[in-house]
C-alpha cells in the first residue's frame, strides 16, 4: 500500500537451523581471531567486558523480586549462564532478560585481542559478514596483504577505524530500535483509532516514585502509567520492597506483577507510550 501500512506484529523465534548456522560463525570468528593473534596481525577484535559488580547486584535484587527465591549468585558467568537458562522457562521471561541485558557493557572493536564476556571467549572478532560489516572486511583486508605480499594496516590504523566503527554501531543500533518502536507505535494508535479502549496484558519491570514502568509482551513495547491515574493516589514508591504502595487500601503494586491495562496516548513522533490502568491482578497468576 502507498503509504505502507502494518498489518501486525508477531514474535519472530529461532530455529535449529539459525542456532547450527550462528554456531559455525562463532567458530568461524574465533579460528580467524586466533590466526591473526598467532601471526601478530593487527585485527579489529571484538571485545565485551563483564558487567560492573553493583549493576549485578542492583539486577539480582531486583530478580529476586520478579521471580521469587531468594537472591541469586551472579558473580561468574556459570553462574550467570545457570540463572538465564532457568530465566527462559519464567512466564516474565522477556522482562527479565530485558533487564539483564541493560546491566551488561556494550561491545567495542578493539585493536588488540580481549575477553568476549558475553560469549565466554579469550579471543573473537566478526569475520564471516564482509557484504554488510566494515570490521569483518578490514580483517579480510588484513589477512589478504599478508598472504599477497602487501604491507597491511598498522596497530594505530587499526586502532582509529576500531574507534569510528564503534561510534558509528551505536549510532546504528540507536537508529534502529528508535525506528522500530516508532512503526510500532504507529500500529498501536491504528488499532487505538478503530478499537477504542482495548486491554492489553501488561506487566510491571520498573517502579518509579511517578509511577509504573511496564511492557506489555504482545506489542514488544514498554509504557509508562502515571501514580496518579490510580483510583487511590497516595502512593509512595519503597526502596526496599521495589514497590508502589499505598497506606490507604493497603495495595502495593512491584517488579512482576500483571495487570491489565488500556493505551492513554501513543505518540509514533516522541516514541512515548502512556498507559492506564483497567484492573490491576497483584499476583502473577492473574489471581
Known amino acids: 500500500e502507498d503509504p505502507p501500512r502494518i498489518l501486525g506484529l508477531r514474535r519472530v523465534e529461532p530455529n535449529r537451523s539459525h542456532e547450527l548456522v550462528e554456531e559455525f560463525m562463532l567458530a568461524a570468528n574465533s579460528a580467524v581471531a586466533r590466526e591473526l593473534h598467532q601471526r601478530n596481525l593487527p585485527g579489529l577484535y571484538r571485545v565485551h567486558a563483564p558487567p560492573k559488580a553493583d549493576g549485578l547486584l542492583e539486577f539480582a535484587n531486583w530478580a529476586k523480586f520478579v521471580m521469587g ?27 527479565i532478560f530485558n533487564s539483564f ?29 564482509p557484504i554488510r560489516r566494515y570490521p569483518d572486511l ?9 598472504d599477497s605480499g602487501d604491507s597491511p594496516r ?44 482495548t486491554c492489553h496484558e501488561a506487566v510491571v519491570a520498573k517502579v518509579a516514585g511517578e509511577g509504573l514502568l511496564l511492557f506489555l509482551p504482545q506489542l514488544g513495547l514498554q509504557g509508562f502509567l502515571a501514580s496518579s491515574l490510580f483510583r487511590d493516589q497516595q502512593y509512595r514508591r519503597s526502596r526496599d520492597t ?32 502512556t498507559l492506564q490502568p483497567v484492573q490491576m491482578r497483584i499476583t502473577r497468576d492473574g489471581r
Not at 537472591?71 to 530465566?87: E, K, S, T, V
Not at 578490514?138 to 599478508?146: E, G, K, P, Y
Not at 558509528?168 to 516508532?182: K, M, S
Open 154 to 197: 598498522s596497530l594505530d590504523q587499526v586502532a582509529e577505524i576500531g574507534d569510528f566503527c564503534t561510534a558509528q554501531e551505536i549510532i546504528c543500533d540507536n537508529a534502529y530500535y528508535a525506528a522500530c518502536d516508532r512503526l510500532k507505535l504507529r500500529h498501536v494508535r491504528t488499532l487505538e483509532e478503530r478499537d477504542p479502549g
Open 138 to 146: 578490514v580483517v579480510h583486508q588484513q589477512l589478504w596483504a599478508l
Open 242 to 273: 521495589m514497590a508502589l504502595q499505598t497506606g490507604g487500601s493497603g495495595k502495593s503494586y512491584k517488579c512482576g506483577d500483571c495487570m491489565q491495562v488500556q493505551i492513554r496516548r501513543a505518540d509514533p513522533v516522541r516514541g512515548e507510550l
Open 101 to 129: 541485558l541493560r546491566t551488561m557493557s556494550r561491545a567495542s572493536y578493539t585493536a588488540g585481542p580481549g575477553e568476549h564476556f558475553g560469549l565466554g571467549k579469550d579471543l573473537y572478532l566478526h569475520f564471516t559478514s
Open 69 to 95: 527465591g531468594g537472591l541469586p549468585a551472579l558473580h561468574q558467568r556459570d553462574q550467570l549462564n545457570a540463572f538465564l537458562a532457568r530465566a527462559a522457562s519464567d512466564p516474565l521471561a522477556d522482562v
